[in-house]
């Protein structure tokens, strides 16, 4: 299993990013995919995370500014971050669990800053 994430980049308080992931290799529909991210000095945390079922699941500090999306069909997630703050800079990581082992793509930094 691979996971290739993209869409980060450098944005402005307030401005909005959406990251993408794919996920390639023997991937059965019951799964969790996510986000997590990591700042500086900070440990590593969930962003969101979305069921096979499309139940979500949001960290407090980006509801009703972020939204997980994911296309079974495939077998891609989706985050949209809208209003984003300079404390939201982070190397982003996107995650597949399938039942007890997780997958990790490489990162993807989103920097906010004026």
């Known amino acids: 299993v691979q996971l290739q994430a993209s869409g980060g980049g450098l944005a402005q308080p307030g401005g909005s990013l959406r990251l993408s992931c794919a996920a390639s290799?023997?991937?059965?529909?019951?799964?969790?995919m996510g986000w997590y991210r990591q700042a500086p000095g900070k440990q590593r945390e969930l962003v969101a995370a979305?069921?096979?079922?499309?139940?979500?699941n949001y960290a407090d500090s980006v509801k009703g500014r972020f939204t997980i999306s994911r296309d079974n069909a495939w077998n891609m997630v989706y985050l949209q971050m809208n209003g984003l703050k300079p404390e939201d800079t982070a190397i982003y990581y996107c995650k597949l669990r399938l039942g007890t082992d997780d997958y990790w793509g490489r990162g993807t930094l989103v920097t906010v800053s004026s």
């Open positions: 979305v069921g096979s079922g499309d139940r979500t």
């Open positions: 290799g023997s991937i059965i529909r019951t799964n969790v």
